[in-house]
C-alpha cells in the first residue's frame, strides 16, 4: 500500500532557483525518508526525520515535519540541473517488519 | 564500503519462462528487503529477511514469487511463469534493523 503522496506531481524550474515538494501521510509515524531516484537507476536516501523533528537540514536540502497535519516538505535550494530526479517519501510500514511505502513522487526537472 | 548490489542489472525474458534475480546486501546489514517498482510509481515492498529468516512474505504478488537468503547473506527473487505483468523494475535494498534502507541499482524486468 502506498501511504505517502508527494505534490506536485511534476515541477520544471531553472538552474539557481528553488524547489519544494511536499508529501502527506495517513497514519502516525516515527520517521519519515526522503529518497532520490535518477531515471531508470536506483533510489539514494537524501534524509531521514523522527517524529520529534520538526526540521533538518543536509546541505542544500532542508526538511519539514508536522505530524498533527501529517506532511513533509523537501527544499531544494539553489537547484542544480544534476538534481533533475524523482523524488519520494517513504514511512515506515509497522505491519511489515519496517519496509517503507512510498508515494508515486514528484518528477523535478532543472533547466540550465 | 562497498553498496547493495543486484544481479543482472537488465533481464529480457519470454512469457512462460522462470528468471532469478540476485542481490548482495551491504556486508553488516541483518535486513535485507526485495521491492518492486513500475513506472511512474514508487517502490512497492515484497518481501524481507532478517538474517535468514524471510519474516514476512504476504506481499509477493502471487505463489509465482518466491525469495530466499540462504545463510543470511545474498539473497536471491524468482519469479515462475513470467507474465508482460511482471516487467518491472525489481529493487533490493539492505538495513541495519530499524536504520536506514540502503537500495541497489535495480533489475529491469522486461518479459515480451
Known amino acids: 500500500s502506498q501511504q505517502g503522496e508527494e505534490d506536485p506531481q511534476a515541477l520544471s524550474i531553472q538552474e539557481g532557483e528553488n524547489a519544494t515538494m511536499n508529501c502527506s501521510y495517513k497514519?502516525?509515524?516515527?520517521?519519515l525518508q526522503w529518497y532520490r531516484q535518477n531515471s531508470g537507476r536506483g533510489l539514494v536516501h537524501l534524509i531521514l526525520?523522527?517524529?520529534?523533528?520538526r526540521e533538518k537540514h543536509s546541505g542544500r536540502l532542508r526538511v519539514t515535519l508536522d505530524t498533527s497535519k501529517k506532511s513533509s516538505s523537501l527544499l531544494i535550494t539553489a537547484s542544480r540541473a544534476a538534481d533533475t530526479a524523482s523524488y519520494f517519501c517513504?514511512?515506515?510500514?509497522?505491519?511489515?517488519?519496517?519496509?517503507?511505502?512510498f508515494g508515486k513522487g514528484t518528477s523535478l526537472l532543472v533547466t540550465p | 564500503d562497498t553498496g547493495v548490489s543486484q544481479d543482472p542489472r537488465h533481464k529480457i525474458t519470454k512469457r512462460g519462462q522462470n528468471v532469478t534475480f540476485r542481490c548482495d546486501p551491504i556486508?553488516?546489514?541483518?535486513?535485507l528487503y526485495w521491492y518492486r517498482q513500475t513506472l511512474g510509481q514508487g517502490p512497492e515492498f515484497l518481501t524481507y529477511?532478517?538474517?535468514?529468516?524471510?519474516?514476512?512474505k504476504s506481499r509477493l504478488l502471487s505463489d509465482r514469487f518466491s525469495a530466499e537468503r540462504p545463510k543470511g547473506s545474498f539473497s536471491t527473487l524468482e519469479i515462475q511463469r513470467t507474465e508482460q505483468g511482471d516487467s518491472a523494475m525489481y529493487l533490493c535494498?539492505?538495513?541495519?534493523?530499524?536504520?536506514?534502507?540502503?537500495f541497489g541499482p535495480g533489475t529491469r524486468l522486461t518479459v515480451l
Open positions: 535494498a539492505s538495513s541495519k534493523i530499524t536504520d536506514t534502507q540502503y
Open positions: 497514519t502516525s509515524i516515527n520517521n
Open positions: 526525520i523522527r517524529s520529534n523533528e
Open positions: 517513504a514511512t515506515p510500514a509497522w505491519d511489515s517488519g519496517y519496509a517503507l511505502n
Open positions: 556486508s553488516e546489514h541483518n535486513r
Open positions: 529477511f532478517q538474517n535468514e529468516a524471510q519474516l514476512e
